[in-house]
């Protein structure tokens, strides 16, 4: 028995697919995902733009609920796409520069409507039909890349190890940077020691870092390769529902990211802004942690054969877990939370004490998603990543689109006035951004734990998996060099 399960993994582990320069590209990608000023959208929204919080929930239904009718035939489309450049890079290859283009219109905004009311209907319009249009384009690409990155190579552990190395790259090359600058100067001009605009600012930085993301990811499109066998028959929508009604492992997934996605929270960095007063304060508070974070990728390999990746996956949720309650507690003592003297020190332990989990958070639950798409092959003989997708998507997609209304119309709530200048929040509003950048949200969404003691693959039915996986797809590729010989005779 020890002899066989050496021999699975020998199968499944003894080659790599992927060379220097796509995993270079591939690296890029990553680094590209977050190489934007995305953290600071709600602020663009709220203080330049100027859209209401109960118009933007509305919005965030109405284009949700697109989003949940768009996915069920997107998916369909891209699952029976067949091409000679593959399955998903065609969709990723001629979408990718007018999308970018054309997501340029968001950050234009302002000027298209200057200077006027937050309830300025050709504004709203225009807003609403940006981002119904935006969303259906997106759908399209993300679908297709999740699809890409699932069949860049048949190997898991090269898997794993790409995606890694992409992590701890794109941190160490400063996929941050952007959002870093974007914090230092939003504190100078708030404090008046520059005198720009808050609006070009967020122009420039957003159509700057949106096209160099975006060269880097197509680049990635351009040279990178499916490399894993799809069926040459495509599947049938039926066969589709099937794959996802018997696929154990995306269920639990489903379940888990339900559960978690009743969290209500706000981002920390308004946290920063209206309460300590200074956007680049989140910045200085991570410096601490930052070789931890590096460091952090380099035990996941060892982790991973010490632990099945279930153990890893609970153990992340609850160590960082425990390391917010723990800040909640203490900044809400004595209105501790309002003090930067205090609070800065404490957030610098979190950060340092969390980031002992940052390799295995970034790296496990992307690889468990990639292992729900070969199970299905597996299990059914065909792939439907696209559709697969889709459905761990779809549940979660509903419940978001609540629970981001819910977030907005909180926000009018607890007495958060848009516009204001920072620091000058009502006490009770500070209180809530602490709480709903630290405590509530991990409070509200510790039910996602239970489901992720139930995942059903441990290393012995994954070596087994790998190995079947990697028979069937050898003797599909000798059938079609066959059936190519044959049609040349």
């Not at 969303?135 to 790409?162: Q, W, Y």
């Not at 990211?257 to 209500?264: L, Q, R, T, Y």
């Not at 629970?403 to 006035?417: Q, R």
């Not at 509003?429 to 003691?453: D, E, M, N, V």
Request: aromatic share 14%; with cysteine.
């Amino acid at each position: 028995m020890a002899t066989q399960e050496k021999a699975n993994r020998t199968i499944v582990r003894g080659r790599r697919y992927v060379g220097k320069a796509e995993t270079i590209a591939y690296i890029a990608q990553d680094f590209a995902d977050s190489f934007s000023i995305g953290k600071y959208q709600n602020r663009f929204i709220w203080d330049v733009v100027g859209i209401d919080f109960k118009i933007n929930a509305a919005v965030t239904l109405f284009t949700g609920a697109w989003d949940v009718i768009n996915d069920t035939f997107i998916s369909a489309i891209v699952d029976r796409t067949r091409t000679r450049w593959g399955k998903f890079r065609p969709y990723l290859i001629w979408m990718k520069m007018p999308l970018t283009l054309f997501g340029m219109l968001f950050w234009f905004t302002p000027i298209f409507f200057p200077n006027t009311a937050p309830t300025y209907l050709p504004k709203l319009i225009y807003y609403f039909a940006f981002n119904i249009i935006n969303e259906t384009a997106n759908t399209f690409m993300s679908i297709s890349k999740t699809g890409l990155l699932s069949t860049i190579t048949p190997n898991p552990e090269e898997r794993v190890r790409l995606i890694s190395q992409a992590n701890l790259f794109s941190r160490f090359l400063g996929e941050q940077l952007p959002e870093w600058i974007m914090g230092i100067l939003i504190d100078l001009i708030n404090s008046k020691a520059v005198k720009w605009k808050l609006q070009n600012l967020f122009i420039g930085m957003g159509a700057a870092t949106a096209i160099l993301s975006s060269l880097m990811t197509f680049w990635f499109y351009m040279v990178s390769k499916e490399r894993v066998m799809q069926s040459v028959e495509k599947p049938s929508i039926m066969q589709g529902f099937k794959a996802i009604l018997n696929n154990k492992p995306l269920l639990i997934i489903t379940l888990s990211d339900f559960f978690a996605g009743f969290s209500i929270g706000q981002s920390r960095s308004d946290y920063y802004i209206d309460v300590l007063g200074s956007a680049s304060l989140q910045t200085i508070v991570g410096i601490p942690a930052y070789p931890i974070l590096n460091l952090s990728y380099l035990w996941v390999a060892p982790l991973r054969r010490r632990f099945t990746s279930k153990t890893l996956w609970v153990i992340e949720d609850l160590w960082t877990d425990i390391c917010w309650l723990v800040v909640f507690g203490v900044g809400s003592i004595n209105k501790n939370f309002m003090s930067r003297k205090f609070m800065i020190p404490t957030m610098m332990i979190e950060e340092f004490v969390e980031m002992f989990v940052y390799g295995v958070r970034h790296t496990i639950p992307e690889e468990l998603r990639n292992e729900a798409m070969d199970y299905c092959e597996w299990k059914n003989g065909y792939r439907v990543e696209a559709m697969t997708g889709v459905a761990k998507s779809l549940v979660t997609k509903i419940q978001g689109i609540i629970m981001s209304s819910v977030t907005n119309l909180v926000l009018s709530k607890i007495g958060y006035v848009q516009g204001k200048k920072i620091g000058t929040q009502s006490d009770k509003a500070k209180w809530w951004l602490f709480a709903l950048g630290t405590g509530i949200p991990i409070i509200t969404s510790s039910l996602g734990i239970i489901p992720k003691l139930f995942y059903p693959i441990n290393n012995q039915v994954r070596d087994r998996m790998y190995a079947d996986l990697a028979e069937r797809r050898k003797a599909i590729a000798e059938q079609m060099d066959a059936d190519k010989v044959e049609a040349q005779v």
